[in-house]
């Protein structure tokens, strides 16, 4: 921006510390090698000047809620048990984790109880999606949901820097894996309001609900087995 006392850079370090620190540099270079003021219009946390909190925090919720949903398959029997366990561990996740990263650790700023609904939406979605598979695919389906979901949707995230400096259309598709829309409405709330975070809801809510509704067919298929083997053993053999 150009004014009375000269050019002007306004950046947003909250959605992207890296990307406003290039804007600056840039700036400068443009400018004859000399500074140019610099207005931050969406600063960091104070007590996360440079935004690594922000995603040294969010990446151990993917990972829990990547064992959480390998656990429920494996520990927990019956279709509402699951979804009742899923459920559950989101709403304690979403409330936990966003105490602990706004009261405790002190990254994210904004309202308590918006940052820990987006929490609680990114951890659904990624355990249910991993637990789903699983139900129906069975263990490799657990390999399935930590190649997609963790590898390759942690890879494409844009959490540390930004999806924009990713090859695209690399950039573009992680922000439709859970990781990517997970960091984008985590800022969304904890920065902006919730502004700009809706697709990134949209995207999470069908991830949580395939999830959900894989969990419910595979525990239907697995009832079905059971309701039918009691009834074939008992058929004498003619043999």
């Known amino acids: 921006m150009v ?17 406003a620190t290039l804007l600056t540099q840039a700036s400068a270079q443009l400018n004859g090698g000399q500074p140019v003021r610099t ?38 029997r019956g279709r509402g048990p699951r979804l009742t366990g899923l459920l559950g561990y989101a709403v304690l ?8 990263l706004q009261f405790w650790l002190g990254v994210i700023p904004g309202t308590y109880l918006l940052n820990a609904a987006a929490i609680g939406l990114f951890t659904l979605a990624v355990a249910a999606s991993v637990s789903g598979l699983a139900a129906v695919l069975g263990e490799p389906g657990i390999g399935l949901g930590a190649l997609v979901v963790f590898l390759i949707g942690n890879a494409l995230s844009g959490v540390a820097a930004a999806p924009q ?75």
């Open 39 to 76: 207005v931050e219009v969406v600063p960091l946390d104070p007590d996360d000047p440079r935004g690594t909190g922000f995603a040294s925090g969010f990446l151990p919720l993917a990972i829990t809620s990547l064992l959480a949903g390998i656990a429920v398959y494996f520990l927990v």
């Open 3 to 19: 004014g009375p006392e000269g050019v002007t850079l306004h950046t947003a370090p909250a959605a992207s510390p890296t990307v």
């Open 165 to 239: 400096l990713l090859p695209q259309p690399w950039g573009e598709i992680g922000q439709w894996l859970p990781i990517g829309a997970g960091g984008t409405l985590l800022r969304s709330t904890a920065y902006f309001d919730g502004a700009g975070g809706t697709t990134a809801v949209w995207i999470l809510a069908a991830y949580a609900l395939a999830g959900l509704v894989l969990v419910a067919l595979g525990r239907a298929r697995a009832g079905s087995h059971e309701a039918t083997t009691p009834a074939e053993e008992r058929v004498p053999s003619t043999v």
């Open 93 to 100: 996740a979403g409330l936990v984790s966003a105490a602990v």
